[in-house]
């Protein structure tokens, strides 16, 4: 089994800018890549960022293109998102997973509201 914590998330004014984490414990050497996923109230999951937990490779949803980066630091098991140029329609509660072929394991979620 694999555990994820989430942190970072919180309030910022349009244009702002967060760093979200993603801290993995337990079999992490079961793991083959990193997503991230948001949820907004009454909107279906999702898909904001993926990233392979070796190499380089990245991928991003189309409304985040440009503005998040994800990252991810082996030797701390843990992944980030950062957000920038924030927008209202950003917020949402952002989960991070991780798995193999499929998403395996999900953290709780961390809240990011952004004001306008």
């Known amino acids: 089994q694999v555990q994820l914590v989430e942190s970072g998330g919180g309030l910022v004014q349009d244009g702002g800018s967060l760093r979200l984490s993603c801290v993995a414990s337990g079999r992490t050497f079961s793991i083959s890549k990193v997503g991230w996923f948001r949820q907004a109230p009454g909107k279906e999951r999702e898909f904001v960022a993926l990233i392979w937990w070796s190499g380089n490779s990245t991928y991003y949803g189309n409304s985040v293109k440009g503005r998040f980066t994800v990252s991810r630091d082996n030797a701390k098991n843990t992944a980030y998102l950062q957000l920038n140029s924030l927008k209202p329609e950003d917020t949402a509660v952002y989960h991070c997973?991780?798995?193999?072929?499929?998403?395996?394991?999900w953290g709780q979620g961390t809240q990011v509201t952004v004001s306008s």
């Open positions: 997973a991780m798995g193999t072929l499929s998403w395996d394991y």
